[in-house]
């Protein structure tokens, strides 16, 4: 889910809105987290990238599932078919807006091609 919120500063409601994604991800080794790879996408300059606030995981906030299905498959627990979810928020400066806010096609398929240009930008890094 992603929301448009107002950041904190000490006790103040900042001056500008930024967009927070609240998500689960997959919590497994050799997945890097959303906010790592835009740190690393900022940092190299990428154009059409969002700007990273900050990012990283709710403390304590784990599925479960993978655990019960262990227990209730003993001697399977190798070929467990699901993957723990860990909690986590990314923070971004710029707020997107939703498709049919586009005025037209063109603005939609230039927003697309910007994408596009970013991604073609990153695998040259």
Known sequence: RGYVAVP???DKLGDEFVYLKDAWR??????????TTLKKLNDAK???????VCHGDI???VTLSPSIWKKLHPG????????EHQHYR???KEIGKKLSQFKNSYELVK????CLLGACEQSMH
Request: aromatic share 2%.
């Open 8 to 10: 904190l500063e000490g």
């Open 26 to 35: 997959v919590n497994v080794e050799g997945i890097e987290k959303e906010g």
């Open 46 to 52: 990428v154009p059409y990238v969002p700007t990273l």
């Open 59 to 61: 403390p304590d906030q």
């Open 76 to 83: 399977r627990e190798a070929s467990c078919p699901l993957k």
């Open 90 to 92: 990314a923070i971004v």
């Open 111 to 114: 927003a697309l091609l910007c």
